[in-house]
């Protein structure tokens, strides 16, 4: 058994996927896959464990880690398994264990398994370790005690040269120690036919279970049960018998026939596509009624691939991970989630929130159908549980128009850009726009009238964002700001490109506009207005690059040619319905980029011109922020909804570089949660 382990051949697609939804995104590491069970029998679960006195105490953990990662292969690339970490603890009686001993030692040989100096099995790129106690190491540091006559039996099975640390060692007996897991009791919801109440609380969060994952083609979390034989499914007894534990002799009597059942859940996940109603989330985002990340416990990734922040709340090391609801969410929709293991329903409760379910998970139980466990009687519960779950019956319950100020990012990766007509402005606008031109350049000598691009509309479709656009001035961008009502106004929705600079330590450099500009003291990131091509040219994604290229030098100083730029988001919505471009760089900055900033500056004002950037501001994920964000006020609107795609919902911190100063960047005191 050799590993790297191969699960699939990447193409051209599959590899930009595994690079932008696993690598790229940190806000947990999605190329680890881990499970983790602990079946014990206990007078609270008799029914699943089989418990019928004191004397009944058999005790199976099952902790697993894989790591995956692309390789070489051929002339190609192959998404494999690189990295294995499996730990099986079973207490049982003397002569069950013995039984399971046997299977374990007779697995191994027949295996081929060979025993080495150091007392451990090697079979290629596997090692195996078994140790008998008659107290477990775990159970004297915790201080509990087994049944008189009871013996445990680990077995460890990692890959060459793999030693786990001692935190992932002792997961599973931090998770036994906290106790069993209390079931919930199900309330008496009120049932409604539709979600037309939903339409009065209006934007709404939402938490999803495995019932778009499943409609996407990802298999069901007992899938694993059954690999992995910790449940019968038949019976939904736990499996605390040797007989029937089959999982060791299995792995260990054919490693090679036993990997693809081990790999499947990951590659499934990796190859599954979002489903309808992945896309139906994206929409209501898009319309503006539905807000937050999505609370998820699926570790498929599928809602951050149609460009939806996640909260995922599937834990093992706490039972009650933060979950951010936003001030402005209204209610909590719950999708498909059978059981409020994380507490999420609750503390939705807790804040005054109703919450609603809609085609929940559910299973058979005694000839009946049995809806979630979390619900409760103030809940609203819509009929239709057998049903797969299509977010289509959202869409049609809420309304579909953008929400005033609410910014939506999309990733997209090719631009098309179709030139229109200009907006031909009546002889009283025109007037105003002139009027409100003079006025600003009176109060600021150093605007300037170009041209630029102006949106007139945004469709995208796929991967491709379609933007139709036409040839503006600065003067009518401008007009937003005129005093006066704004409804009805046609002032130019400009097109903007930006660049996310990143450093290596994980940091956004942010820009505070110098007193010269247009907007002096606001908060944003280096780019500016895409301006167009020359009368008869057509604009191209390539001409959006290289602009951000530009911006990014004269404002930072950083250089970054067009190819080494990867566009990464569009932005829509907004205060004023600017459409954004951001890019991400292709390497993270080096440390000097204070250094060149300054260098940027200092150069500016020596050829007389003002630095449209006063200073940088650096902001990175900090779990000790805990106030909130004053000092990036005022920023763009985009702001805090690209810092939390980028970095998550967590608490940040911010970094002050003055271009005066040639020392280090200090932090700031400022440690915040991220904005919503």
């Known amino acids: ?125 596997l090692r195996c ?39 992932t060692v002792d997961l599973p007996w931090d998770v036994l120690r906290g106790g069993m897991r209390v079931k919930e009791r199900r309330g008496n919801p009120r049932v409604v036919e539709d979600l037309g109440l939903l339409k009065a609380y209006v934007p709404f969060q ?94 498929d990734g599928l809602a951050a691939r149609v460009g939806l922040p996640e909260c995922y709340v599937r834990r093992y090391d706490q039972q009650v991970p933060d979950v951010p609801f936003l001030p402005e969410a209204r209610a909590l929709l719950v999708v498909g989630s059978h059981a409020d293991r994380r507490r999420v329903q609750d503390r939705a409760r807790q804040r005054g929130l109703p919450v609603f379910f ?12 049995v809806p979630p466990r979390g619900r409760r009687a103030a809940d609203c519960l819509r009929q239709g549980v057998r049903q797969r779950y299509r977010g289509r019956a959202v869409m049609t319950a809420v ?92 002032f130019a929705r400009a097109l903007f490109v930006s660049v996310l600079p990143r450093t290596a330590q994980g940091q956004l450099v942010w820009g505070r506009m110098a007193s010269a500009t247009s907007t002096p003291g606001r908060v944003q990131l280096p780019g500016g207005t895409l301006e167009p091509p020359a009368e008869g040219s057509a604009l191209s994604a390539q001409a959006a690059g290289e602009h951000a290229s530009v911006e990014l030098y004269e404002e930072v100083g ?28 292709d390497s993270p900055l080096a440390r000097e980029v204070q250094r060149i900033f300054q260098e940027c500056h200092q150069g500016a004002l020596a050829e007389g011109n003002q630095p449209e950037l006063a200073h940088l501001i650096a902001v990175r994920s900090d779990p000790r922020g805990e106030q909130t964000l004053t000092q990036l006020a005022p920023h763009v609107d985009y702001l805090p909804a690209v810092l939390r795609t980028a970095l998550g919902t967590g608490p940040i911190s911010t970094a002050v570089w003055l271009p005066q100063t040639e020392t280090s960047p200090k932090e700031s005191e400022c440690t915040s949660t991220t904005p919503n």
């Open 1 to 125: 058994m050799q590993l790297p382990y191969p699960i699939v051949d990447l193409t051209t697609n599959l590899a930009e996927r595994w690079q932008r939804n696993y690598i790229e995104m940190a806000d947990r590491p999605r190329d680890v896959e881990e499970g983790l069970w602990r079946r014990t029998q206990e007078e609270a679960n008799a029914s699943e464990s089989g418990w019928t006195g004191p004397g009944d105490a058999r005790r199976r953990v099952l902790h697993y880690r894989y790591r995956y990662a692309a390789v070489p292969r051929g002339q190609a690339e192959s998404l494999a398994l690189v990295e294995l970490y499996l730990a099986s603890s079973v207490a049982y009686p003397a002569e069950e264990l013995r039984r399971h001993r046997d299977q374990v030692d007779q697995a191994l040989e027949c295996g081929g398994w060979q025993l080495t100096r150091e007392g451990v099995f090697t079979r290629g790129s």
């Open 129 to 167: 370790s078994v140790a008998s106690y008659e107290v477990h190491p775990q159970d004297r540091r915790a201080g509990r005690v087994l049944p008189q006559g009871y013996v445990c039996l680990d077995v460890v099975v990692t890959s060459q040269g793999y030693q786990p640390p001692q935190t």
């Open 206 to 299: 939402i938490e999803i279970g495995c019932g778009p994952s499943v409609e996407a083609g990802i298999p069901p979390l007992h899938r694993l049960h059954e690999i992995y034989r910790v449940t019968d499914r038949a019976s939904h007894r736990f499996v605390l018998d040797p007989q029937a534990d089959t999982f060791l002799p299995e792995l260990l009597g054919g490693p090679e026939a036993k990997m693809p059942e081990l790999v499947e859940m990951f590659r499934a996940c990796f190859l599954a596509e979002p489903s309808p109603g992945h896309r139906a989330l994206r929409q209501l985002v898009d319309a503006g009624v539905l807000v937050g990340p999505v609370i998820t416990n699926n570790f």
């Open 358 to 369: 809609v085609d929940p998970e559910g299973f058979w139980e005694g000839g009946d159908f």
């Open 399 to 490: 309304p579909r128009t953008v929400r005033p100020g609410h910014v939506v990012l999309l990733p997209v990766r090719e631009l098309a850009f179709h030139e229109v007509d200009p907006v031909v402005h009546a002889a009283s606008d025109r007037d105003e726009i002139a009027r409100h031109w003079e006025g600003a350049l009176t109060a600021n000598g150093s605007l300037f009238n170009g041209p630029i691009v102006a949106v007139r509309s945004v469709r995208v479709v796929g991967a491709t964002a379609h933007i139709h656009w036409f040839r503006a001035t600065f003067a009518q961008y401008l007009w937003r700001y005129a005093p006066g009502p704004r409804s009805g106004r046609p």
């Open 558 to 585: 950083l250089r970054r040619s067009a190819d080494r730029l990867r566009l990464w988001r569009l932005k829509r919505g907004g205060d004023f319905g600017d459409v954004g471009l951001f890019y991400k760089t």
